[in-house]
């Protein structure tokens, strides 16, 4: 019989009996221990899993990634494979697609955000399918899995090796946060054969940046990762375009695109061929990563600019006889920034030395000078644009340079003498300023002229006698087009510059006077130019050396200063070579590809802009360091006062040089006429004995000239 009241509810009296058989004060201790004890098991179990992650191995190595050097834009110049043979570009979060982004964590790892390493979710989802279809059918790695597995590079098929990865997974969570675990993937993601990472895989096959991706792009640099080996578009078109489609339908599915943008996006198509990595201002971007010994540069060059100047000194020079090369620089003359830097026409090309850089190499300016050369007479005030010059025959101490076509045009304009690149001109007002000082506005400039060691610079450095660098030589003009004040040639934007060593980085001392440079400026865009060119608009000068061995060209407008070298990298002649006939065309066809800026003309206050008639007397006729006329009549040998060793006591030959005058010459020794060809300015004086002599000769215009010899026995 029951004791329960008749009425009584049962589940009453059932927490009534519970309560006693189960809460009795004999059970409750047991109660308090077992629960006492399972909290113990508990934290042991989790001191014991959290020593188990924390003492797995660091999944974390070095990655040795791409060396890469960028434009002003952001933009790939060249890309060097990393120390290990990848090419594995480094990117960050903020500059992969974001389309990217999620595309990836839908397909890959949904609970990216939400779970520690491992999605147990998807592991046991992973697990049941595969016991239930006696195979794999997806994946539970997370994307953490597959970073230590990525980092680890050891296979994972195994339990023991699963366990290791799910470990290594927990414990790369405690070490680094969700986004430096992405960023590990997006650089690590194996993309087929050397190429990892979004980045470099978004240059193979797209030619692009990773920030701008389409839909299919995204879809399909998320698929190669799976199978890498079979879904490279370049092998197995078929396999990347089943796999690019399936994950542009998940992503349809899950949301992340519209119907007409996924169908658009199955509708692109699939690149074949995968592109070179960019290889632009290679000998520059080698040079930069070596002097700033780290794996990532930005630059101030102009990537779109170099592609197509490039191509077009690469076009230029496969028409040319083996072995010669060309080299380029263009400078923006206001800033010193470089917008591109051409070392070789094509780097590959070892038949042409192309893996030498010809912008550092060391070469004769031939004519290139002579603009300096003139404005340093401009500012010394000895010559003026419109000074006549005596285009003629002369003797330098002992040495007597002629025209590179071996003619004399006689009386010029300084302006004639540079546009039509005289050399005895030249040579003249050097003689009058003095070629140290041509060495030192070089320096000023910014160039590092060489000259022989312990050699004195000479009269010839006016023609190109002193070794320099296309570098230099941009440097020279860039400080000519910018008023006369250096400019420090740079590859670092402006606005880097400016931030590190404050306003005005580019500005030098002055070299010569805004004048100086106003005056060249005026003549040089006034060069004849055989039909290059627009006229008036370019400003330049070529040169070529002796030998024929190198061909200049350089050229500004009102913002860039585009400086052109060709010859042979062995330093060979190249017979017929002229810097007019080879230089030049390529100065105005890169022109043309850069686009020309409008030069301002206004003339300085203190330029004097006057015909020779109205000039100063002093200034309407060039006059010699001797301060005579370049025409006026001397005996250059022998010199006045020389005293000259006899083959015989009794009598000799002797040698006399005429400078200046104009024939018929009347010569005499000691006032007594002698015979001597009276149209020639050389020759023999026959029979002439030792002693003191005094030799004359007389002019057409009765001019006369002397010099006093002692004839020694």
Same mark, same amino acid.
């Given at each position: #019989?029951?004791?329960?009241?008749?009425?009584?509810?049962?589940?009453?009296?059932?927490?009534?009996?519970?309560?006693?058989?189960?809460?009795?004060?004999?059970?409750?201790?047991?109660?308090?221990?077992?629960?006492?004890?399972?909290?113990?098991?508990?934290?042991?179990?989790?001191?014991?899993?959290?020593?188990? %992650?924390?003492?797995?191995?660091?999944?974390?190595?070095?990655?040795?990634?791409?060396?890469?050097?960028?434009?002003?834009?952001?933009?790939?110049?060249?890309?060097?494979?990393?120390?290990?043979?990848?090419?594995?570009?480094?990117?960050?979060?903020?500059?992969?697609?974001?389309?990217?982004?999620?595309?990836?964590?839908?397909?890959?790892?949904?609970?990216?955000?939400?779970?520690?390493?491992?999605?147990?979710?998807?592991? #046991?989802?992973?697990?049941?399918?595969?016991?239930?279809?006696? +195979?794999?059918?997806?994946?539970?790695?997370?994307?953490?899995?597959?970073?230590?597995?990525?980092?680890?590079?050891?296979?994972?098929?195994?339990?023991?090796?699963?366990?290791?990865?799910?470990?290594?997974?927990? /414990?790369? +969570?405690?070490?680094?946060?969700?986004?430096?675990?992405?960023?590990?993937?997006?650089?690590?993601?194996?993309?087929?054969?050397?190429?990892?990472?979004?980045?470099?895989?978004?240059?193979?096959?797209?030619?692009?940046?990773?920030?701008?991706?389409?839909?299919?792009?995204?879809?399909?640099?998320?698929?190669?990762?799976?199978?890498?080996?079979?879904?490279?578009?370049?092998?197995?078109?078929?396999?990347?375009?089943?796999?690019?489609?399936?994950?542009?339908?998940?992503?349809?599915?899950?949301?992340?695109?519209? +119907? +007409?943008?996924?169908?658009? /996006?199955?509708?692109?198509?699939?690149? @074949?061929?995968?592109?070179?990595?960019?290889?632009?201002?290679?000998?520059?971007?080698?040079?930069?990563?070596?002097?700033?010994?780290?794996?990532?540069?930005?630059?101030?060059?102009?990537?779109?600019?170099?592609?197509?100047?490039?191509?077009?000194?690469?076009?230029?020079?496969?028409?040319?006889?083996?072995?010669?090369?060309?080299?380029?620089?263009?400078?923006?003359?206001?800033?010193?920034?470089?917008?591109?830097?051409?070392?070789?026409?094509?780097?590959?090309?070892?038949?042409?030395?192309?893996?030498?850089?010809?912008?550092?190499?060391?070469?004769?300016?031939?004519?290139?000078?002579?603009?300096?050369?003139?404005?340093?007479?401009?500012?010394?005030?000895?010559?003026?644009?419109?000074?006549?010059?005596?285009?003629?025959?002369?003797?330098?101490?002992?040495?007597?340079?002629?025209?590179?076509?071996?003619?004399?045009?006689?009386?010029?304009?300084?302006?004639?003498?540079?546009?039509?690149?005289?050399?005895?001109?030249?040579?003249?007002?050097?003689? /009058?300023?003095?070629?140290?000082?041509?060495?030192?506005?070089?320096?000023?400039?910014?160039?590092?002229?060489? $000259?022989?060691?312990?050699?004195?610079?000479?009269?010839?450095?006016?023609?190109?006698?002193?070794?320099?660098?296309?570098?230099?030589?941009?440097? *020279?003009?860039?400080?000519?087009?910018?008023?006369?004040?250096?400019?420090?040639?740079? @590859? %670092?934007?402006?606005?880097?510059?400016?931030?590190?060593?404050?306003?005005?980085?580019?500005?030098?001392?002055?070299?010569?006077?805004?004048?100086?440079?106003?005056?060249?400026?005026?003549?040089?865009?006034?060069?004849?130019?055989?039909?290059?060119?627009?006229?008036?608009?370019?400003?330049?000068?070529?040169?070529?050396?002796?030998?024929?061995?190198? /061909?200049?060209?350089?050229?500004?407008?009102?913002?860039?200063?585009?400086?052109?070298?060709?010859?042979?990298?062995?330093?060979?002649?190249?017979?017929?070579?002229?810097?007019?006939?080879?230089?030049?065309?390529?100065?105005?066809?890169?022109?043309?590809?850069?686009?020309?800026?409008?030069?301002?003309?206004?003339?300085?206050?203190?330029?004097?802009?006057?015909?020779?008639?109205?000039?100063?007397?002093?200034?309407?006729?060039?006059?010699?360091?001797?301060?005579?006329?370049?025409?006026? #009549?001397?005996?250059? $040998?022998?010199?006045?006062?020389?005293?000259?060793?006899?083959?015989?006591?009794?009598?000799?030959?002797?040698?006399?040089?005429?400078?200046?005058?104009?024939?018929?010459?009347?010569?005499?020794?000691?006032?007594?006429? %002698?015979? #001597?060809?009276?149209?020639?300015?050389?020759?023999?004086?026959?029979? *002439?004995?030792?002693?003191?002599?005094?030799?004359?000769?007389?002019?057409?215009?009765?001019?006369?000239?002397?010099?006093?010899?002692?004839?020694?026995?």
């Amino acid at each position: #019989m029951s004791d329960r009241q008749p009425g009584a509810p049962w589940g009453r009296e059932w927490r009534r009996e519970w309560r006693r058989e189960w809460l009795s004060p004999s059970r409750r201790k047991w109660w308090c221990a077992s629960i006492l004890i399972l909290l113990v098991l508990l934290i042991a179990a989790r001191l014991v899993a959290s020593h188990w %992650v924390a003492s797995a191995p660091d999944p974390l190595r070095q990655i040795h990634y791409s060396p890469l050097v960028l434009d002003r834009q952001q933009q790939p110049l060249s890309l060097f494979l990393s120390a290990d043979g990848y090419w594995r570009r480094q990117v960050t979060l903020e500059q992969v697609d974001r389309g990217y982004i999620d595309m990836l964590l839908a397909y890959e790892d949904k609970r990216f955000e939400s779970h520690h390493g491992v999605d147990w979710l998807a592991l #046991m989802r992973s697990g049941l399918q595969a016991a239930w279809h006696g +195979e794999i059918v997806s994946g539970g790695s997370t994307l953490t899995m597959q970073v230590v597995r990525l980092l680890d590079g050891r296979p994972t098929r195994s339990l023991a090796a699963k366990v290791a990865q799910i470990r290594g997974a927990l /414990a790369l +969570e405690q070490r680094l946060d969700k986004q430096q675990i992405l960023e590990l993937y997006l650089n690590l993601a194996p993309m087929g054969g050397n190429l990892e990472g979004v980045g470099a895989a978004s240059l193979a096959w797209f030619g692009k940046n990773p920030g701008w991706l389409s839909a299919a792009e995204s879809a399909l640099l998320v698929a190669i990762p799976q199978s890498p080996a079979r879904r490279i578009p370049s092998r197995d078109t078929e396999a990347a375009l089943a796999a690019r489609n399936r994950v542009l339908a998940r992503s349809l599915s899950s949301g992340l695109l519209g +119907e +007409e943008v996924a169908n658009e /996006a199955r509708q692109e198509p699939m690149p @074949t061929l995968q592109r070179p990595m960019p290889r632009l201002a290679w000998h520059l971007s080698r040079r930069l990563l070596e002097q700033s010994n780290q794996g990532h540069v930005e630059t101030s060059l102009d990537a779109r600019l170099q592609r197509r100047l490039e191509r077009q000194l690469r076009e230029w020079v496969v028409r040319q006889p083996r072995p010669v090369t060309a080299a380029m620089l263009v400078v923006d003359h206001h800033t010193g920034e470089l917008r591109a830097s051409i070392g070789a026409a094509d780097a590959l090309d070892a038949e042409r030395a192309g893996y030498v850089d010809m912008t550092q190499a060391l070469r004769s300016p031939g004519s290139t000078l002579k603009p300096l050369v003139y404005a340093l007479g401009f500012d010394e005030g000895v010559v003026h644009p419109e000074t006549l010059i005596n285009d003629a025959p002369h003797d330098f101490d002992g040495w007597s340079p002629a025209n590179f076509d071996g003619r004399y045009l006689g009386p010029m304009t300084i302006r004639e003498a540079l546009q039509s690149s005289r050399n005895l001109p030249a040579v003249a007002v050097l003689d /009058a300023v003095g070629p140290g000082r041509l060495l030192g506005a070089m320096r000023r400039a910014g160039a590092e002229p060489v $000259v022989p060691s312990g050699a004195t610079p000479g009269l010839a450095v006016a023609l190109g006698g002193v070794g320099t660098r296309l570098e230099d030589m941009a440097a *020279i003009y860039a400080m000519i087009a910018n008023e006369g004040r250096a400019v420090r040639l740079t @590859t %670092v934007p402006q606005e880097e510059g400016e931030a590190a060593l404050g306003p005005g980085i580019s500005q030098g001392p002055r070299v010569i006077s805004a004048r100086a440079s106003w005056y060249l400026a005026d003549i040089l865009r006034q060069t004849p130019r055989g039909g290059l060119g627009t006229p008036d608009r370019i400003a330049f000068k070529t040169g070529t050396s002796y030998g024929h061995r190198d /061909a200049w060209s350089i050229g500004f407008d009102g913002r860039h200063v585009i400086a052109i070298w060709v010859g042979r990298a062995d330093n060979g002649s190249m017979p017929g070579a002229l810097g007019a006939r080879s230089a030049a065309p390529l100065l105005f066809s890169a022109f043309d590809v850069l686009g020309i800026e409008a030069p301002d003309r206004t003339p300085p206050a203190d330029a004097l802009i006057a015909s020779t008639a109205e000039l100063p007397r002093s200034l309407r006729q060039f006059h010699g360091a001797s301060g005579q006329p370049l025409d006026a #009549m001397r005996i250059v $040998v022998p010199r006045d006062g020389a005293e000259v060793q006899l083959s015989s006591a009794d009598s000799a030959s002797l040698f006399v040089r005429l400078q200046g005058g104009e024939p018929p010459f009347h010569w005499l020794v000691n006032n007594q006429p %002698v015979a #001597m060809d009276e149209l020639r300015r050389e020759g023999w004086l026959e029979d *002439i004995g030792g002693g003191f002599h005094r030799l004359t000769v007389l002019d057409s215009r009765g001019r006369s000239a002397s010099a006093a010899v002692s004839l020694m026995p």
